[in-house]
C-alpha cells in the first residue's frame, strides 16, 4: 500500500471516532471497524506488567497512554511514539503473564526507539489529542458499568492502515527484541515469554496473508529474531522462575473477565466446565449470566465471590452494573459506592458512581455525583462522558452558566468543534465576566476555533 494511501485511511480511521449511546459494547456493524474499549480491571492489569518496563526503558509511565482493541486477533501496536494498543485477542490468547508482559516489553522498544516517529509526522497533535479524548471519554467497556463506547472504522478493517502505516523493518525488529530483553532482565524477568509469543506466531507463517494474526504481517518474524530470543531464554538467570502468584492470578481473572463478556456463552461453559469452581471461572460464569439475562443468577455467583472478597472492588463494581443496567439503580449504588472507597483514586469507578447518582434524579444525589465527577475531571480532564454527566447534574440545579460550558468542553473532549466553539460562547454570555470559568470558556472557544481552521485547511 502507498503511503499516502495508508496515510488517508489512517486519518479517517480518526476522523470516524463516534460515542454511542448504547449499553455495552458498541460496534458499527456495517463496515470492518473495531471497538476501542475501557476497563479500571485491566487496565490496571496492565499497568502493573508495563510500569517497570517503562521505567527500565527511561520512559514516564504517566507519559504512554496504552488502549485496548476489541477484535480477536493477535495484535499489538505503538504509534505516536508513546501511545501501544493491544488486542483483546492477544490478552485472551496469552497463556501466562509473561507472554503479555513480553509483548509489552517489545512494543516499548519501539516506543522508545522512536521507531514510526517520522512516518506519520503529518498526523498533527491536535489529532492526536482528540483521539486520547474520545477514548478517554469512552463510557461503556468490559465492566464500567452503563455508558458509550467507541468505534473506529475504516474501509478494509483498521489492520489495513495499521499494515501500511505502522509495520517495522527487520532491523527494528531486532532492535526492539534486544530492548525488550535488556528490559526484561532489569526487572528481573525472563524473555522466555516472548519466545513463547514469536512460537505461536511462527506457527502461522505457512498460512495465507489474510489468514494471518495482523501482529505477524506488521512485525516481521525472521529466523534470526527467533535464535536471539532462544539464546537471551538459555543465558537469562530468570528462566525458569514462575511468575509471581498474584500476576498469574491477575492474567487470569482478565482472561475470564474478556471472554465472559466476548465470548458466546458456550464457549464460556467449554473454557470453565461446571467441575471449575475456581474465582476466574465463578467470575466469567456470572458475566456470561449477566449477558444472556439471567440476572438472579449471575447476581448469586457474584455475591458469592463478595463474600469471600468482600474488599475487592472490581468484584463490586460488576454488581452495580449488573444492577443498574437492569433498571436497578438504588440498588446498584451502594455496590458502586463499595468499589469507590476501596479505590477511591480510580476514576472509571467514580465515573460509574456519578452515572448511577444521575439517574437517581435528586437534588441530593445530583451535588453528590457532582463531587464525583470533579475527581474524574482531575485524573481526566478530557473525559467526554464526565462533562456529559456535569452537564445533566448542573443543568437540575439550575446553573446555566455551568451546564453550558460542560456541554462546550464535552464537545471540545469529542473533536466537536464547531459546538464547542458555540457552546463556549454562549456560556461566556451567562458566566461572571472574568471569572474562572468565563475565562475557561474564552479559552475553549478560542482553541476550538483554531481547530475549525485547521480543519477547513486540511480540506
Known amino acids: 500500500m502507498e503511503k499516502a ?14 460515542v454511542s449511546a448504547g449499553l455495552g459494547f458498541a460496534f458499527d456493524a456495517r463496515s ?29 509511565p504517566q507519559s504512554i497512554d496504552v488502549y485496548l482493541i476489541q477484535d480477536k486477533t493477535l495484535n499489538a501496536f505503538v504509534t505516536g511514539g508513546s501511545k501501544m494498543f493491544l488486542n483483546t485477542g492477544l490478552l485472551m490468547r496469552a497463556d501466562n503473564p509473561s507472554q503479555v508482559i513480553g509483548v509489552i516489553a517489545h512494543e516499548t522498544g519501539h516506543i522508545a526507539g522512536g521507531h514510526l516517529v517520522g512516518r506519520i509526522e503529518e498526523l498533527k497533535t491536535a489529532q492526536w489529542k482528540a483521539l486520547a479524548a474520545t477514548l478517554l471519554g469512552i463510557g461503556a467497556a468490559v465492566a464500567t458499568g452503563q455508558g458509550a463506547a467507541a468505534g473506529a472504522a475504516t474501509s478494509g478493517g483498521y489492520d489495513v492502515a495499521v499494515k501500511g502505516l505502522l509495520s517495522y523493518t527487520r532491523s527494528q525488529e531486532q532492535s526492539a527484541d534486544q530492548a ?8 528481573e524477568q525472563s524473555p522466555e515469554g516472548l519466545l513463547e509469543f514469536m512460537e505461536i506466531l511462527g506457527d502461522q507463517e505457512a498460512l495465507l496473508s489474510s489468514s494471518q494474526d495482523p501482529y505477524l504481517r506488521s512485525h516481521p518474524l525472521t529466523r534470526d529474531r ?11 538467570p530468570y528462566t525458569g522462575v514462575p511468575s509471581a502468584p498474584e500476576l498469574v ?101 467514580r465515573l460509574r458512581l456519578a452515572e448511577t447518582q ?44 455551568m ?50 481552521q485547521r480543519a477547513r485547511d486540511r480540506q
Open 5 to 18: 494511501k495508508a496515510l488517508r485511511l489512517f486519518k479517517r480511521f480518526l476522523a470516524v471516532l463516534i
Open 32 to 60: 470492518q471497524g473495531f471497538t476501542l474499549i475501557r476497563d479500571a480491571e485491566i487496565e490496571h492489569t496492565i499497568r502493573v506488567y508495563s510500569t517497570p518496563l517503562f521505567q527500565a526503558a527511561g520512559l514516564s
Open 180 to 187: 525488550a530483553v535488556t528490559y526484561l532482565r532489569g526487572t
Open 226 to 236: 527467533v535464535s536471539f530470543l532462544e539464546q537471551a531464554v538459555r543465558e537469562s
Open 249 to 349: 492470578e491477575m492474567h487470569e481473572r482478565m482472561r475470564a473477565k474478556l471472554i465472559g463478556f466476548l465470548e458466546p456463552p458456550r464457549s464460556v461453559n467449554r473454557r470453565y466446565p461446571p467441575e471449575d469452581q475456581s474465582i476466574p471461572a465463578r467470575y466469567a460464569h456470572s458475566i456470561s449470566k449477566f449477558r444472556s439475562g439471567y440476572v438472579d443468577q449471575s447476581l448469586d455467583l457474584i455475591d458469592g465471590l463478595i463474600a469471600e472478597r468482600p474488599n475487592d472492588p472490581y468484584f463490586n463494581e460488576l454488581k452495580g452494573q449488573i444492577l443498574l443496567e437492569n433498571g436497578r439503580v438504588a440498588e446498584a449504588l451502594p455496590a458502586y459506592q463499595k468499589a469507590v472507597d476501596i479505590l477511591p483514586e480510580e476514576p472509571q469507578l
Open 358 to 401: 444521575t439517574q437517581l434524579n435528586t437534588p441530593e444525589q445530583d451535588k453528590a455525583a457532582l463531587e464525583n465527577i470533579s475527581r474524574v475531571l482531575a485524573h481526566e480532564p478530557n473525559n467526554a462522558t464526565a462533562w456529559r454527566l456535569a452537564a445533566i447534574a448542573h443543568g437540575r440545579l439550575g446553573d446555566k452558566g
Open 403 to 452: 451546564t453550558t460550558l460542560s456541554l462546550a468542553e464535552m464537545n471540545f473532549a469529542r473533536g466537536n468543534w464547531g459546538e464547542a466553539v458555540g457552546q463556549a460562547e454562549r456560556a461566556q454570555k451567562i458566566l461572571p465576566e472574568n471569572s474562572p470559568a468565563w475565562v475557561r470558556a474564552s479559552d475553549l472557544s478560542q482553541i476550538a476555533r483554531q481547530q475549525v
